[in-house]
């Protein structure tokens, strides 16, 4: 279904001022009344508004399907790409992408993602595409693990298994009291650990997910503003940024 848009403003307030449902509805009527097949995508042109316009028309989960499979695919991975989204969602979000990205795809996320990265980057990307948090806070383990946390710290470059380990499979209520205990323990932030003893994208990552164990809405904002600021980052990345967060009613 070809769309061009040539009155954006108006399809635009339209589309903000609905749920994700109620736009669900308005795109399969339209399909439909245009004769078009339910697989029929709808294009537009290039830019970004055109490009957060047609990434309204998708579910939040086939939206991340979508960015993901763009992230793995060419001559480049798309490694803020992967990070924004497995550190921000939740497991059941996650666990619904990995169902729709299957079924869209023909082959699990988890095949994509490992083929493309490497070393302890891809391996928290593993633990974080699996989805199994604990749940809730483990009190007799919050102490015990802030301590691990500390001493893995300290031995960067054999320690690393400990901060994937807790950082991918704790609830982030547990993770919350686990960084108040490290702070009481070390006298800093883990985020100053983080910063001091790796780098690269695993460095981005781990820094991810402490960033959205605290607060999801506050890292998506802060890369939303670095995102816009640069150049170089691409439309996918700012329409993700655009979207996640958003109602998935």
């Not at 290039?46 to 998708?58: D, G, K, M, S």
């Not at 083929?115 to 806070?137: C, I, P, S, W, Y």
């Amino acid at each position: 279904m070809e769309v061009y848009c040539t009155d954006e403003k108006n399809i635009l307030q339209l589309l903000t001022s609905r749920s994700n449902a109620q736009r669900q509805q308005i795109k399969a009527a339209f399909n439909a009344w245009q004769g078009f097949g339910r697989g029929t995508e709808v294009r537009a042109g290039r830019t970004l508004l055109e490009t957060v316009i047609l990434a309204l028309l998708h579910t939040p989960t086939m939206y991340d399907v979508k960015c993901l499979k763009h992230a793995t695919l060419g001559a480049g991975t798309s490694e803020k790409v992967l990070i924004h989204i497995l550190a921000s969602r939740t497991c059941s979000e996650i666990q619904a992408i990995n169902a729709a990205y299957k079924q869209e795809c023909g082959k699990s996320l988890e095949e994509d993602v490992t083929g493309e990265v490497t070393g302890d980057f891809k391996e928290l990307l593993v633990v974080l595409l699996q989805a199994n948090r604990q749940h809730g806070v483990q009190e007799a383990n919050v102490q015990s693990d802030a301590k691990a946390l500390l001493e893995a710290g300290e031995k960067f470059g054999t320690g690393e298994d400990t901060f994937i380990t807790i950082l991918g499979n704790r609830s982030t209520e547990h993770l919350r009291r686990v960084f108040a205990e490290y702070t009481k323990l070390s006298g800093f932030q883990i985020e100053d650990s983080i910063k001091k003893e790796t780098g690269g994208h695993l460095e981005e990552l781990m820094l991810a997910v402490v960033k959205c164990a605290k607060s999801v809405s506050t890292y998506l904002a802060e890369c939303l503003y670095n995102a816009m600021k640069d150049d170089l980052a691409g439309d996918y990345e700012k329409t993700l940024l655009l979207l996640s967060g958003g109602d998935d009613a």
